[in-house]
C-alpha cells in the first residue's frame, strides 16, 4: 500500500525526558515531511528531507531519513511543555498529487 | 500574505442542512486540498485540486463536493448534514517543487464542525 505508518501513537514523558516518534513505510519514499500540530491548532510544516541518510536538526530536534529512504524519525532531546501536540509524517508523491500522511504521535509533556 | 484562509471558524448545523465551507489562499498555489479530522485522529483526505477546473476525489468523498472555479478559491459543500460529519475541516495547499526544495502542505486554521 501507500501508507506510511507511524509509531508511538501516543507518548507521554516527563518535562526534560527524550522523545523519538517513527515513520515507516514498505515502499522507497521520494521525501519525507515532519509536522506539528500543537493542540486546538492546525498542522504547521516543520522540515522535509529528501537525500538518503539525511539529518537535519532545528535546536532540540534532529531529523533522520534512512539509508533506504524507508524510514525516518522525529528525535526531541529535552522535552519542554511547549513541545506538546501531534507530530505528523507526510510524503507527497509526485505521480499522485497528493500528500501521505502518517496517523500522528501525541506527546504530552508533563512538567 | 494571509496564507490560507478559512471560513468559519465553527458552525453548528442541524442533521439535513447543508452549507459551504470557504477556504482562499494567496499564494498561488495550484494544489489544494480539503481534510478532515474526527477528535484524536489523524488527517483524511476528502477533496483535491491541482488547478482551476481540474478536482479529484480522495478517500473519504462521500457527502461532500467541492468546485475549482479560481486558482484562489477552493470550497467544500456539505449537503444533508449528517452526525458523521462532525469534525474539524482543513483547507491546504501547495506549490509542489522537484529536486531538494519544499513541497510543504501550508494548512488554514479549521472550521470546527457539529452537526446535532
Not at chain 1, 501516543?10 to 522523545?19: L, S
Not at chain 1, 533506504?68 to 507526510?90: E, M, P, R, W
Not at chain 1, 500522528?104 to 508533563?110: A, M, Q, R, Y
Not at chain 2, 470557504?22 to 477533496?47: E, F, S
Amino acid at each position: 500500500g501507500q501508507q506510511v505508518m507511524q509509531i508511538p501513537q501516543y507518548q507521554h514523558v516527563q518535562e526534560g525526558e527524550d522523545f523519538t516518534t517513527y515513520c515507516n513505510s514498505s515502499t522507497t519514499l521520494s521525501n519525507i515531511q515532519w509536522y506539528k500540530q500543537r493542540p486546538g491548532g492546525h498542522p504547521v510544516f516543520l522540515i522535509q528531507l529528501v537525500k538518503s541518510g539525511e539529518v537535519k536538526k532545528q535546536k532540540r530536534l534532529t531529523f533522520q531519513f534512512g539509508e533506504a529512504k524507508k524510514n525516518s524519525s522525529l528525535h526531541i532531546t529535552a522535552t519542554q511543555t511547549t513541545d506538546v501536540g501531534t507530530y505528523f509524517c507526510a510524503e507527497f508523491k509526485y505521480n499522485f498529487n497528493k500528500f501521505y500522511f502518517g496517523s500522528g504521535t501525541k506527546l504530552n509533556v508533563k512538567p | 500574505n494571509a496564507g490560507v484562509t478559512q471560513t468559519p471558524k465553527f458552525r453548528i448545523l442541524k442533521i439535513g442542512q447543508s452549507m459551504t465551507l470557504q477556504c482562499a489562499q494567496d499564494m498561488n498555489h495550484n494544489y489544494m486540498y480539503w481534510y478532515r479530522q474526527d477528535p484524536g485522529m489523524g488527517l483524511k483526505l476528502i477533496y483535491y485540486s491541482v488547478g482551476a477546473g481540474i478536482t479529484d476525489k480522495g478517500e473519504v468523498p462521500n457527502g461532500y463536493n467541492v468546485s475549482r472555479s479560481t486558482t484562489e478559491d477552493f470550497p467544500l459543500r456539505l449537503e444533508l448534514a449528517a452526525p458523521s460529519q462532525t469534525s474539524v475541516y482543513f483547507c491546504a495547499s501547495s506549490q509542489p517543487l522537484t529536486g531538494t526544495m519544499n513541497t510543504e502542505a501550508f494548512f488554514g486554521q479549521g472550521t470546527r464542525l457539529t452537526v446535532v
